[in-house]
């Protein structure tokens, strides 16, 4: 799908919404519908040559927005892994049940310099595993010269992984036809490597050991993928 077709497409769900506003509103929360989970449990702590490494854990945000935090998610997850050649990949979820327009997860491009840092690299990129494609956005995050952070992310609305602007939008009107209020889910890994290519190959692998180990409803809740 084109971006002229998705912009048209996008046009055509807001006239139709605005046409039917009132009797559309959306009212029900799917996440409401929902089994529940918890993340802890759904992402193993030891999966392929990667384990969890406790006391290196990040945090997702500034503890000082953690009022905010705690509005916008429902359930976070944040954990360092570290693979047998000492290799270290930073993981973060985000979840928030409500995915409305005041509530919505936030993006690394907002986090990130909120903390100090630069976005020095930004790109839309395909994450090819052996269960599919995840549509993916790179960034590059640093702090002067002392620290470079390559970020690998994608964003979930319900069970569809979605790019940032039309297609989340399109996504989000889809669920806003039907009088319901998506969910949504933002997962983000990245390492500390001056060579932004070499660490998104460690990702990529990353995500590939991680996605393939995950039970078939929690792939599809995390990434999209069956």
């Known amino acids: 799908m084109n971006t002229r ?3 048209l497409l996008l046009l055509v769900l807001m006239l139709l919404a605005a046409g039917g506003a009132y009797g559309l509103r959306p009212t029900q929360k799917v996440a409401d519908t929902a089994p529940s989970f918890d993340l802890e449990v759904m992402i193993p702590e030891t999966f392929g040559d990667w384990r969890d490494e406790p006391l290196r854990t990040t945090q997702i945000v500034d503890p000082q927005k953690q009022q905010m935090i705690d509005k916008i998610y429902s359930k976070t997850l944040m954990r360092t892994y570290v693979n047998s050649d000492g290799n270290r990949v930073m993981l973060s979820i985000a979840y928030g049940s409500n995915q409305s ?3 919505q997860v936030h993006k690394p491009e907002v986090c990130y310099p909120a903390q100090g840092f630069e976005i020095v690299a930004n790109r839309k990129d395909v994450l090819q595993v052996s269960n599919g494609a995840i549509p993916v956005r790179r960034l590059v995050a ?4 002392h620290r ?3 970020i690998t992310y994608w964003t979930m609305i319900g069970n569809q992984s979605v790019q940032a602007g039309v297609d989340k939008k399109i996504a989000e009107m889809h669920f806003g ?3 319901q209020i998506p969910d949504g889910l933002l997962f983000r890994v990245s390492s500390i490597d001056p060579d932004s290519e070499q660490a998104f190959d460690l990702q990529n692998k990353f995500v590939e050991e991680l996605i393939g180990t995950l039970d078939p409803t929690v792939r599809l809740r995390i ?4």
Do not use: V
């Open 5 to 7: 077709f998705k912009t």
């Open 101 to 103: 327009d005041f509530m």
């Open 142 to 145: 640093a702090i002067g010269q």
């Open 148 to 150: 470079s952070e390559p």
């Open 177 to 179: 036809l039907k009088g």
């Open 223 to 226: 990434s999209g993928l069956r």
